[in-house]
């Protein structure tokens, strides 16, 4: 396992969407493999996720964040207010999005990504952190609850090619 020693986070700006797409698909597909079924990953395409990211940066409604190690992309983040009813968005933030390249996996990245948004969320007033988690995602689960994270009995369905039970992790954001 090769530990990380320097890594750059930068906020993302509209034309890193094309490597945002190739982050997310290329994780995506390994990281839900068996999990999502294959029929699902043909509109799950760089094309398209290229478009969604365009649409996201272009927003500002979220951080968007960029990590790269020797200056090639290897990881991104996206952070916000948390997303779902029960929560206050003055006090609750949540990690909408965390990938990293496969090769680049077991390297850090995903600490150091998580630590930055915690972080953020910090310098934002937020005193929770939320992330939702695809419940057979056992290795984002493991990742989580090393960090801090905990289910805090929320649950939902998705429909990404079938129906998907997904968890919220929850960890209050200690002050610095």
């Keep these: 396992m090769k530990i990380v020693e320097m890594i750059e986070i930068r906020k993302a700006e509209i034309n890193d969407a094309p490597v945002f797409a190739k982050v997310h698909v290329d994780s995506w597909r390994v990281t839900y493999k068996g999990i999502i079924p294959e029929s699902h990953y043909e509109i799950f395409t760089y094309q398209n996720k290229e ?13 968007i964040y960029i990590a790269g190690e020797d200056r ?32 680049h996996w077991r390297h850090g990245i995903g600490t150091i990504l ?36 905990e289910p805090d009995g929320k649950e939902k369905t998705l ?12 960890k209050r954001n200690k002050n610095p």
């Design 159 to 170: 429909l990404l090619g079938k129906e998907l039970l997904a968890f919220r992790y929850h």
């Design 51 to 63: 478009l969604t990211w365009s649409e996201r940066l272009s927003k500002q409604t979220e951080e």
């Design 72 to 103: 090639q992309p290897v990881g991104i983040l996206s952070i916000g207010p948390g997303r779902d009813e029960d929560l206050d968005q003055n006090i609750a933030g949540e990690i909408k999005t965390i990938y990293i390249l496969p090769e």
């Design 114 to 149: 998580v630590k930055k948004a915690e972080k953020e969320f910090r310098n934002h007033g937020y005193k929770e952190i939320m992330v939702w988690i695809l419940a057979e995602n056992t290795r984002a689960e493991i990742f989580y609850e090393k960090r801090g994270y």
